[in-house]
């Protein structure tokens, strides 16, 4: 049996939608409560938000590398079902890389309330000798980079290519300052 690893990625659904999910049931029953015409839809209606809800709760990205078939995957698990189709690896690539970027976004609720947040996003890649890459693992959870470094040594001992931690570097940087 060949040897799957596995690092779990972010979540399908962001916790924004899914309290939204549950929150617009008190909703439903507000317009019922003025509509009673409306029960067999608000019912419907109500069952379809709070299994959305509840899944998304469990719903998240997981990504696999088969490394003795030289397969790799990103694939959705909802639910306890993992899908999602899988790739070659390419086997001429120059180095593996590990890689830290900082993405920064903004969450916006109904207009009312904003707010802007930096996260580190850490990325694993095989970089190929034409300058293209192909991204096998990506995560903003810090509990999840020995899982990275793992995947990144296995890759350059299976490719026999040099493996480049640019986080560590960046790390240090940072210590410095």
Known sequence: MSEIIEIKGEDI???GFRVMCILLLPIIAFVQFFFPYSLPIAIVIA???LFVGFT???AHYV???D?????YRKCSVVLGRKSG????LNPNCQY???QLFSQKYSMNFMNMYSTETNEDLFVVRLVNTMGTYTTLAETTDYKLIPQCLELCKKLSEKFNVPFQDFVKS????KRRK
């Open 96 to 98: 593996v890389s590990f």
């Open 170 to 173: 960046l790390v240090l940087k």
């Open 85 to 88: 189709k899988w790739l070659e």
């Open 63 to 65: 990504y696999q590398c």
């Open 47 to 49: 069952i379809v938000l």
């Open 13 to 15: 659904l962001t916790p």
């Open 56 to 58: 998304g709760f469990n």
């Open 67 to 71: 490394l003795d078939n030289k397969l």
